[in-house]
């Protein structure tokens, strides 16, 4: 933790902890406490956790916010700072009334963009060390939303595409784990892959299709990237506040029609993920290794029938090559 986030942490573990007035007054949510508020480059977030949250778990997510916040401000460039909620749920129930909606059971957390707010899922306190580290990831993927929603003021007034939104938020998480780049690979070679301007409703997806969707929205960055240089990323965002869209920022920044870009990212994307990336994976070869097997089982029956037909063919010419010849038939 960075000295500006310990002398933020004081300042959070001073404030006092009050009971949470839910979004619906519902008795699930009442359990709530807000815990504080803490200064990000995003803007001053408050931040609500469980009743059984310790003043250690505060202090620890208050300097994650804060860290973070900073982390995203430093990579992409600063944005108009506004309020935004940080709020850690019990149960899915609370899960459901801070968030406004019921969502699929895989998707664990949410930023909210109106009223701007992020809120997680599920995570009993006190926190562990394998529950910061978690937390920490998830907190990063949902601050990089966060970071999005700003970056569009104050020209922007259309959403982002969700490619941009979650491929962003994933790469600056950890990037592609081995699970989202199988998944795409399988895609790949089962004719499951989407276009660019399908991934819209990922949130509404099963959670496998949901895995394909990640996955192909962070490689669209790396592609951007592949297509515009490293600093494609960065001056895209400087463009968002300026045009009142997102197809209008990226022909403005770029000199091409998005359509452009979405063409060229699958030919890319085919390319990359090709039969030798496939043998190459050690699931894949694994869970590939029986039916290789059953095929080179059968192949060599085969070929073992073949040659015995042909042996017995070959006896049986010999045979009838060394037999006597018969007497012609007698004239009538």
């Known amino acids: 933790m960075t000295r500006r986030s310990a002398a933020l942490v004081l300042q959070l573990a001073c404030l006092p902890l009050a009971q949470a007035g839910s979004p619906s007054s519902s008795d699930s949510s009442a359990a709530l406490q807000q815990a504080g508020t803490v200064r990000t480059p995003l803007g001053q977030c408050e931040i609500w956790l469980p009743a059984d949250y310790s003043a250690t778990d505060a202090e620890f997510l208050a300097g994650a916010v ?3 916040s900073l982390v ?9 700072p506004q309020p935004f909620q940080l709020v850690i749920t019990a149960d899915r129930a609370q899960f459901d009334e801070w968030t406004g909606r019921r969502l699929p059971e895989w998707i664990q957390a949410l930023a909210l963009e109106s009223p701007s707010r992020l809120v997680i899922s599920n995570y009993p306190g006190p926190l562990g060390d394998a529950g910061r580290q978690e937390v920490e990831q998830v907190l990063l993927h949902e ?21 941009f939104h979650e491929g962003l938020a994933v ?3 950890g990037g592609l784990s081995r699970d989202l780049q199988r998944a795409v690979l399988w895609a790949r070679w089962t004719g499951r892959l989407q276009r660019l301007r399908d991934l819209r409703t990922i949130r509404h997806q099963t959670a496998a299709a949901s895995q394909i969707a990640y996955a192909q929205s962070a490689l669209a960055l790396q592609y951007l990237t592949y297509r515009h240089g490293e600093s494609a990323r960065t001056d895209l965002l400087a463009a968002l506040g300026k045009f009142s869209s997102f197809e209008r920022a990226y022909p403005q920044t770029f000199g091409e029609p998005l359509i452009s870009f979405e063409a060229g990212y699958l030919t890319w994307l085919r390319q990359r993920y090709n039969l030798l990336l496939l043998a190459s994976d050690p699931a894949t070869l694994f869970m590939l290794l029986p039916a290789l097997m059953i095929v080179a089982y059968l192949a060599t029956s085969l070929r073992t029938r073949r040659r015995k037909a042909q042996w017995a063919a070959a006896e049986q010419l010999q045979a009838d090559d060394s037999a006597p010849p018969k007497p012609d038939d007698p004239a009538p």
């Open 72 to 80: 995203l401000s430093d990579r992409l460039g600063p944005v108009h």
């Open 171 to 173: 790469e600056m998480s």
């Open 143 to 163: 601050l990089t939303h966060a970071y999005l929603h700003r970056a569009r003021w104050p020209a922007g007034r259309t959403p982002l595409p969700a490619w």
């Open 66 to 68: 804060a860290d973070l």
